[in-house]
Nanobody
Framework: QVQLVESGGGLVQAGGSLRLSCAAS????????MGWFRQAPEKEREFVAA????????WYRDSVKGRFTISRDNTKTTIYLQMNSLKPEDTAVYYC??????????????????WGQGTQVTVSS
């Protein structure tokens, strides 16, 4: 069982920045593709960004490209999501996700093995 604990959410004005962190409780962290998903009220959970364990390949949804950056620190078993130029439509609960695969594959809501509890991000206009 892998526990994922997110932090760093909060309230920010449009154009501002936040940095989310996700600490994982596993010694095999470096073998997990890790990602961030989000869910706004009355909407389905959606992919935001991910990073592969083997080569560090990154994936982003189109609406966050150029504004969000995902990274990982295997020594700290932690991933980060730096969010810049935030927009009101980025408002959602952000979830950390871990997906164990034999190579770098972008996680999806149906393939994720473990989820964090979520952290709220609210962007005011």
């Amino acid at each position: 069982q892998v526990q994922l604990v997110e932090s760093g959410g909060g309230l920010v004005q449009a154009g501002g920045s936040l940095r989310l962190s996700c600490a994982a409780s596993t010694r095999t962290f470096n073998m997990y593709n890790m990602g961030w998903f989000r869910q706004a009220p009355e909407k389905e959970r959606e992919f935001v960004a991910a990073i592969g364990w083997r080569t560090g390949t990154t994936w982003y949804r189109d609406s966050v490209k150029g504004r969000f950056t995902i990274s990982r620190d295997n020594t700290k078993t932690t991933i980060y999501l730096q969010m810049n130029s935030l927009k009101p439509e980025d408002t959602a609960v952000y979830y950390c996700a871990a997906d164990r695969r034999i190579s770098d594959v972008r996680p999806s809501t149906t393939t994720v093995d473990y989820w964090g509890q979520g952290t709220q991000v609210t962007v005011s206009s």
